[in-house]
């Protein structure tokens, strides 16, 4: 992992676990980019709980830290986003998108820990898109607000 939760600076995660208040214009869409996802938090893996605890942790703020960073620390608090996730690998290989998308779990809650979003429950995520490159494998995440209109449940 390429930034760990004691690389952020402590005003920065000040700034990220304050309590979420909207603040001024924000972006309509932007693009965060974040290394793959380990192996561990594929579906499909077999690691030890410890691990895969502490690898959702990492991912988890990884995310946050990049939303932040591409927000410039505003706190825009949207209802509803759609993500869209174009995977870039070092090897051209067959891979599940199921599997891709659960990958992106903690990314997701990442969001929500940024305070882009109020709860994830308004999240949308489009089909993924596929990509190859050898030097530098990555997630390009595009998160796009669609309107602040609530989800409405049924009982």
């Known amino acids: 992992m390429s930034i760990r939760s004691r690389d952020i600076p402590p005003r920065l995660w000040a700034r990220m676990t304050a309590p979420l208040s909207p603040t001024g214009p924000a972006p309509e869409s932007f693009t965060i980019i974040l290394p793959l996802p380990p192996k561990s938090l594929s579906p499909n ?40 996730a174009q995977f870039y690998h070092a090897q051209a290989r067959r891979r599940d998108d199921d599997n891709l998308i659960a990958s992106l779990k903690s990314a997701r809650d990442g969001l929500v820990d940024a305070g882009l979003l109020a709860d994830d429950v308004g999240l949308t995520t489009l089909p993924i898109r596929r990509g190859i490159d050898r030097n530098n494998p990555r997630v390009e995440l595009t998160i796009t607000k669609t309107g602040d209109a609530t989800c409405h449940e049924t009982k």
Do not use: C, E, F, M
């Open 45 to 84: 893996s077999r690691s030890h709980w410890r691990a895969k605890a502490r690898d959702t942790s990492n991912y988890r703020k990884v995310a946050a830290y990049r939303v932040v960073l591409a927000l410039g620390g505003q706190r825009p608090l949207w209802q509803s986003a759609t993500i869209l």
